[in-house]
Each structure stands twice: as C-alpha cells, then as structure tokens.
T-cell receptor, first 115, second 112 residues
C-alpha cells in the first residue's frame, strides 16, 4: 500500500451542492495530482498541484478547483455539483524536481455520489 | 492532446499461460509509460513503468516493451496466477504536460 490517504471514503451529495475532498501525500512527495474515474473507465486528469500552485489542468470546468498546503496535502473542491460528477476521485502523489514528476502513487479514492 | 488506445478490453487466460496487453499513444513527446493494476474497489497500483530511453524492462513475471517509432508499448505477464485477475491500465506522460493520460483499461481474468 502507498502512504497516500484520502477522506472521506464515501460521500453522497445533492445536485447543486458543493463538496471538498482531501488528500495527504506520501511522505517525501511534494506534488499532488487529482483524477476523476467514472465507472468502467480510466482515470481522467483534473489538475496537479506543485509548490502550492496549479501546475497543469485537464479538460474540467472552473467549478473544479483545488488547493495545496505547505505540508503538501491537498483539497479538491467541486461547486454546483451535477449528476455526471458522480465518480471515484483519486489523488496521486509524486516527487517532482524542476516541475517534472514521474512515478505517481494513488490514494484509495473518494466515491462521490450526486443525487 | 495525448490519446492512448488500449487493447483488448477484456482478456481471459488459462492459469500459467501468458497475457499481453497493448497500448498505442499519439504524442511523440511522451516519455514515460506506467502500467497500473486496479482490483475491484481498490486504488490503481503502479506495477511497472518504462521511460522512453529504454526498450524493455522486466520485473519478475512482468515485462513492458516500448517501440517509440511505432508509438506503442505492451505489458507482458508470464506464468499467470489467479491473483493477476484485475483491470490493467496503461498511461502516457511527458515532462511539461504534467498529466497521466490513461487507456480505457483491460479486464484480465485468469481461469484456474
């Protein structure tokens, strides 16, 4: 198992609400990437945080936002939830130097259900 | 942007036989190719990876090969065991893009 943790494990929200998901990176890692995995599909990149700044973003709307804290943990915030936001949200931590990160280790994920 | 195609989508193999999963990528700038194994309800687990300056890498029963010219890479599992049953994802990455682009996954079933 990796040292990456996520909370909560499961979450049920209503359409239009807001949600915050949390991720603690593996010891020694300084970069956190967030992915959305819909049922039966591969993970889709949302964004990455390095040195507390967004360092790359996938094809997700601005209502998906994030933060990284000085201890390298991270939050994913989703506003105005839609039914299609129902998915497994994974964070992955890695060690980057000069903005380049290779091996990414995933947390157990947060299963979000929007009703 | 990068696009990764993965085949087959499902694969059934007799225990002890070999399994091969193939992926192609579109962006010649990609320089890192990991493989993840995901069991039902669990996190994707990095099982092996390869960088673009290497053609092949082995780790016990698992090997990955990379053909940069053809832009494809493959996962080979030999002497398969029941615990190899899972969904396997390939991915591609390049410095400056900062994101892993995943394939659509292969559900591997090992038949005892």
């Amino acid at each position: 198992e990796t040292g990456v943790t996520q909370s909560p494990t499961h979450l049920i929200k209503t359409r239009g609400q807001q949600v915050t998901l949390r991720c603690s990176s593996q010891s020694g890692h300084n970069t956190v990437s967030w992915y959305q995995q819909a049922l039966g599909q591969g993970p889709q990149f949302i964004f990455q945080y390095y040195r507390e700044e967004e360092n790359g973003r996938g094809n997700f709307p601005p209502r998906f936002s994030g933060l990284q804290f000085p201890n390298y943990s991270s939050e994913l915030n989703v506003n105005a939830l839609e039914l299609d936001d129902s998915a497994l949200y994974l964070c992955a931590s890695s060690l980057a130097g000069g903005g380049s990160s290779y091996e990414q280790y995933f947390g157990p994920g947060t299963r979000l259900t929007v009703t | 942007g990068e696009n990764v195609e993965q085949h087959p989508s499902t694969l059934s193999v007799q225990e002890g036989d070999s399994a091969v999963i193939k992926c192609t990528y579109s962006d010649s700038a990609s320089n890192y190719f990991p493989w993840y194994k995901q069991e039902l309800g669990k996190r994707p687990q990095l099982i092996i990876d390869i960088r673009s300056n290497v053609g092949e890498k082995k780790d016990q029963r698992i090997a990955v090969t990379l053909n940069k010219t053809a832009k494809h890479f493959s996962l080979h599992i030999t002497e398969t065991q029941p615990e190899d049953s899972a969904v396997y994802f390939c991915a591609a990455f390049y410095f400056g893009n900062e994101k892993l682009t995943f394939g659509t996954g292969t559900r591997l079933t090992i038949i005892p």
